[in-house]
């Protein structure tokens, strides 16, 4: 469970960005759209995709063709890339099975056609590592109680009803191929219906970061680990937009450490927990070069 002085922050921080976002909606969708190659590539190179982002970024940006590298993998990019601008046109839809099966069903088009858009049955079983996914005779149903205990009202805080939503869809894991992308698209979809920006899972951090949730998940059945990274990446997110939507100049870290003189393993490990109001593009961190370090503290003060 995530402190309340982490919870507020988030809270104060997304009251800020759909003030923002509301008198910039054309800027917002923008910001998102030059995501996409990046959001991709991660959620690709996860489940061992072999493209780079820039490689991610010609075939997205460029349209090129890559010959050194198997076809499946380009179907895989531009998939990935169609569902996920899809969902920003659409961001207030309700989350339903038809929804999930035809983000899947996108997903799978031209790689196998024959298992899209279509939950595990019979005797299509699943092993991922020492995990066995749910009985295929089962996983409609316990998809169909997922979502249905997802979209009931509740106090339960936003992060944490996403959380447990990502570490039960991944340990069902309804279908034969596809789970962990379609479970970050999921993700995004369930922050974009509350107003919130999506959120990159990186792909750099995922042995120590995002591999062991799951197996924390599936031997206590807490998902506390997942809310937690969960909240310090919607804090970037929204860091992020807020930056972009206010500040006049963007500028790295690195640099900004240097101007006021702040060791750059601080300035990293601030940048990670969140406490400066730093952000990843492209896996750099960047961060508005007048922002003055008390003007952080004051606002947790607050």
Not at 34 to 44: G, L, T
Not at 73 to 81: D, G, P, Q, W
Not at 208 to 231: I, Q, S
Request: aromatic share 8%; no cysteine.
């Amino acid at each position: 469970m995530i402190s309340q002085q982490i919870r507020q922050k988030i809270l104060y921080l997304a009251d800020e960005y759909r003030s923002l976002a509301l008198a910039n909606q054309v800027a917002v969708h923008e910001i998102a759209l030059a995501e996409v190659p990046e959001m991709v590539y991660n959620s690709n190179a996860i489940e061992n995709s072999t493209l780079t982002l820039k490689e991610t970024e010609d075939i997205l940006l460029r349209d090129k063709m890559l010959r050194d590298h198997e076809i499946r993998e380009v179907y895989e990019a531009k998939n990935l890339a169609k569902i996920t601008t899809e969902l920003l046109k659409n961001p207030q839809e309700r989350l339903t099975t038809g929804l999930i099966l035809s983000l899947h069903k996108m997903l799978l088009a031209g790689i196998n056609d024959d298992i899209a858009g279509r939950y595990r049955s019979g005797k299509e079983w699943v092993r991922i590592g020492a995990h066995v996914g749910a009985n295929p005779t089962f996983v409609a149903g316990l998809i169909s109680e997922l979502l249905e205990n997802y979209n009931q009202e509740s106090d339960t805080f936003l992060l944490e009803k996403i959380a447990y939503f990502h570490a039960e869809f991944e340990t069902i894991h309804p279908f034969n191929d596809g789970n962990g992308r379609i479970g970050r698209v999921l993700i995004n979809q369930q922050l974009a219906s509350l107003g919130l920006p999506p959120i990159i899972i990186q792909n750099k951090s995922k042995r120590t970061d995002y591999y062991p949730l799951f197996d924390e998940y599936r031997r206590t059945n807490k998902h506390d680990g997942f809310t937690t990274l969960f909240a310090y990446l919607l804090m970037e997110s929204l860091h992020k937009r807020i930056a972009m939507l206010r500040s006049p100049k963007i500028i790295r870290l690195s640099e900004w450490a240097k101007q006021n003189d702040i060791a750059g393993n601080i300035v990293a490990n601030k940048a990670s927990r969140q406490t400066l109001p730093a952000f990843r593009v492209g896996g750099v961190w960047k961060i508005d070069a007048d922002f003055k370090e008390s003007n952080e503290i004051d606002h947790q003060a607050g």
